[in-house]
C-alpha cells in the first residue's frame, strides 16, 4: 500500500496546473502518490495533465460533484495509509510532507495534520483559510491561531508551537484513511466550505487529536474556485455552520446556541445591507431559509455521530471579543 496519496480536488483549475505542479513533484517523496480527481473540468487540464504529466494518476468524476462529495467519490478509489487533500492554488516548500507524516507515525492517535499557512501574494502573513491551525468559539464561528475575522498576521514564529487545534484546513489536510473511512468522509450535504470543520469536530468527538505542524510551510492563494465577495460563499458559509452545529454540539449546548445564533445571524445580515452588499444580506436568510427546511434531516445525522460528554469548544463568544473588547489576536489559549 502507498504510505502517502496527495489528491488535488481539480474544478478548470488548469492554470494552478501549471503553475504549482512542479515544485509540487519536485518536493514530493518517495513514499508518496499524486493523484489529480477532476470534478467534470471544461478547460484542459485533463488533455493539459496527459501530455506534460503522464505519470500523475487521474481520476475523472462524472460531474462537478463539490468539494467534499468530490473527494469522498475520488478517495474511494485510492489505496494509501495517509490521504492529503491538496488544493489547486498551494505552493509548497522543500520537506513540507515529511514533519508531517514523523509526526502522525509517532501517534496514532493523531487522525489528521495541516501545515501552516501562509499568503502567496503576501509572503510573510498568514493566509486566512487555516493559518496556524483552526479554533471554533460558543457559537461556532471559527478562527485561527494568526486570523480572526479579517484580522490576518504577520508570521513571526510566533505559533512554531505543538497544540493540539480544533480543526485543520481543507486547503491542505493531511488525514489517516482509516479514520477517513470508518467516520464517512467529508458530508455531501454540505457541497463546499465548513466540511472539513464538521469532519475534524467529528473526529475529536471520537476522541482523536488534530494538529497544526508549524515545521511545514504551504502558500495558498485562497478564493481559486469562489472569490471572497460572492453571494453564494456567503450563503455556504452561514448554512453550514447551523449544519455543523447541529451535527456536533453536545445536547444540553443545542438550545441556547441556536438561540443565540439566530441574533447574531440577524446582525450578520444588517451588516452586509449597511455596508452595501445587498446579495450577502440576501445570502444569510436564504441560508437560514435552507438551514429550516433540512432541520430534521440534518438532526437525523445526530444518532450517527460520535459523542462525549464535553465539547472542547472555545467557551466565549469570538464577536464580543472582536468587536466589542477589540481583541485580534489568539494565541492557543487565550485572546490577547
Known sequence: MTKLAIVILNWNGKRYLERFLPTLLRYMPDYAELVVADNASTDDSIPFLQEHYPSVRIIENGRNEGFARGYNVALQQVEAQYYCLLNSDIEVTEHWVEPI???????DKIAAVQPKLRSFDQRDSFEYAGAAGGFVDKYGYPFCRGRVF?????????????????????????VRSDVYRVMGG??????AHMEEIDFCWRIKNAGYKIKCCPQSVVYHIGGGTLPKQN?????LNFRNNLFLLLKNLPDERLAPT?????????????????????????????????????YNYCKAKRNTMPKLAYSDTFPKSIVFLHYFKRKKVFDGEKFI
Open 231 to 235: 453571494s453564494y460563499k456567503t450563503f
Open 186 to 191: 467529508l458530508d455531501d450535504d454540505f457541497f
Open 258 to 294: 441556536f438561540v443565540a445564533r439566530f441574533f447574531l445571524d440577524i446582525m450578520a445580515a444588517g451588516s452586509f445591507l449597511l455596508q452595501g452588499h445587498f446579495k450577502d444580506f440576501t445570502a444569510v436568510f436564504k441560508a437560514m431559509a435552507a438551514f429550516y427546511k433540512n
Open 150 to 174: 479579517g484580522n490576518v498576521e504577520k508570521d513571526h514564529g510566533q505559533y512554531d508551537t505543538d497544540i493540539d487545534v480544533f480543526w485543520a484546513t481543507g486547503a491542505a489536510l493531511f
Open 101 to 107: 507524516i514523523e509526526m502522525m507515525d509517532a501517534n
